[in-house]
């Protein structure tokens, strides 16, 4: 499964850049639980529809539970003009086994604030488990950098 997720992130980033002009965003966070944890994640905006950013996201994880994993597709819709986004996506997490997984999401751009491209956000979600992997909500609180090119 790992060497699934790792696939999966560069064939991600190789389809970004032959998509030509696109945002990527990279964060790091806590993550959630009794232990706590160091959350990483990495999202492109592969196409904007006429409301919202379409991203596939990468996440990876790192706690007391040891290594976990998720890609999913989620939509973020702008809430207001002042940086607000809220959205959700679905997708596949791994922990122990491959749990489907589906998140809700808060995100607000410092830029305006800080006249730096920075994120802070939060998300929560519910991984439920196949064959023996752990039915849980997880959540994470983030502090990231958009990079655009």
């Not at 970004?16 to 990483?40: K, P, R």
């Not at 410092?110 to 023996?132: E, K, M, N, R, T």
């Amino acid at each position: 499964m790992k060497k699934i997720l790792i696939l999966s992130f560069f064939a991600l980033a190789l389809s970004a850049l032959a998509a030509g002009s696109f945002t990527v965003s990279g964060s790091l966070g806590y993550a959630g639980g009794i232990n706590g944890g160091i959350e990483a994640s990495w999202d492109c905006q592969l196409f904007q529809p006429a409301k919202g950013k379409l991203r596939p996201t990468v996440d990876l994880e790192y706690g007391a539970g040891g290594f976990q994993g998720a890609f999913l597709m989620r939509h973020v819709f702008p809430i207001g003009t002042e940086g607000l986004g809220l959205g959700g996506g679905v997708g596949l997490r791994y922990d122990a086994g491959v749990q489907a997984y589906l998140r809700g999401d808060l995100e607000y751009s410092l830029q305006s604030a800080l006249d730096l491209p920075l994120i802070a956000g939060a998300d929560v979600g519910y991984a439920y488990g196949f064959g023996g992997a752990p039915r849980e909500v997880v959540a994470h609180l983030k502090l990231g950098y958009n990079f655009k090119f």
